[in-house]
């Protein structure tokens, strides 16, 4: 297994938040109630970086000559010297060929029973330390009127986050949290900041996250919850905002889905949806009462929840999304499917050896 530490920075960039209003880009922010002071709160991850661009490679150097035939930089070829003869592959022998082949196809061929028997089909990568798995998939529970805590935001209920020893904190394991998906007593939460308007958060939740779902969250051994962190387009809190009227009924996971689903269609990167889009998305996600969604909506019912779910995350130094806190490693950006699949394994060995 690989080890999270030896994985590279994602290729894909998460995306950079918006200065927070009344203060202009790059001024720090202010400490106090919703930002602790710099020194006590916990360093945000480092953004991706991208590939190397080709057309910014050296091109005073011919492509295609032998590397003994390149002049020195800034000296002038000696056009009287002798040709040095180059090497034919023709002069390797017919053996070594041979044998070159039978290595390779002996290495595909072990490579291809390793990936079958220890693949994440195979479940032979999954819970490796055999860690107890999660049983209580009963929440989320309903309020006394039989709609669903929206308005849920933020840590664990009384405890806090202001130092990167108060991380954990961030997985709130409530049985009320409509935000939340698998067994409440997983071994393993990990806890995400994501934004509807975000096409590296859209990426993570059609590909990673539905292998997860399956492989982790199903069988009890992982829970996501979900925080939002609108930053990437006008149109970022409204859209978070139908988010939690989709939550009130239960519907939240499926609206996550289909707002996903619609914003990759439109093809724009941000696809800033409308609010007769996201009423044709509450309808897909399956919400029962159009009527109170859309009232709920045109209210601005969850407005201020959504500014203070932003305020958590500025507080916390919430710099980019997606974002996720996997047990108690963080990870930046739409990662690799595999690095999630460490941290998690990580975790579980982690869990596993607490329980004994």
């Known amino acids: 297994m690989t080890r999270p530490e030896d994985q590279p920075e994602p290729i894909d960039p998460a995306h950079e938040p918006g200065p927070e209003p009344g203060r202009h880009p790059g001024e720090a922010p202010a400490a106090g109630a919703g930002n602790p002071p710099a020194g006590d709160a916990p ?12 057309r910014t490679r050296n091109t005073a150097v011919e492509w295609g000559a032998a590397p003994e035939e390149q002049p020195e930089h800034g000296a002038e070829a000696d056009s009287t010297a002798p040709a040095k003869p180059r090497k034919s592959w023709k002069a390797i022998p017919t053996e070594a060929w041979v044998w070159l082949a039978a290595a390779l196809l002996l290495v595909g061929g072990l490579g291809f029973i390793a990936g079958d028997r220890m693949g994440p089909s195979g479940g032979g990568t999954v819970n490796l330390a055999g860690a107890t798995p999660g049983s209580n998939f009963d929440g989320p529970v309903t309020m006394d009127d039989g709609t669903y805590d929206a308005g849920i935001l933020g840590p664990r209920a009384g405890t806090t986050v202001a130092t990167a020893e108060d991380l954990p904190n961030m997985h709130r394991r409530s049985e009320a949290d409509p935000f939340a998906l698998g067994a409440l007593d997983a071994p393993v939460v990990m806890t995400m900041f ?154 579980l060995m982690k869990a596993q050896r607490n329980e004994g």
């Open 43 to 54: 360093d945000a991850p480092e953004p991706g970086t991208g590939t190397r661009d080709w």
């Open 194 to 347: 994501s934004d509807f308007e975000c096409p590296f958060c859209a990426r993570h939740a059609l590909t990673t996250q539905q292998n997860l779902i399956d492989d982790y969250v199903d069988s009890g051994l992982l829970r996501i919850e979900w925080n939002d962190m609108p930053m990437s387009s006008p149109r970022s809190a409204r859209v978070a905002e139908a988010g939690r009227a989709a939550a009130a009924q239960g519907k939240f996971w499926e609206f996550e889905q289909a707002a996903f689903t619609a914003a990759q269609d439109k093809g724009t990167g941000h696809p800033e949806l409308t609010d007769e889009e996201l009423v044709e998305i509450a309808r897909t996600a399956g919400v029962g009462d159009m009527d109170l969604f859309e009232r709920q909506l045109d209210e601005g019912t969850w407005e201020n929840a959504v500014n203070d779910a932003v305020g958590y995350g500025r507080a916390i130094r919430v710099e980019a999304t997606p974002m996720f806190l996997i047990g108690g490693q963080m990870a930046s950006g739409a990662q690799p499917e595999q690095v999630f699949r460490d941290y998690i394994e990580l975790e």
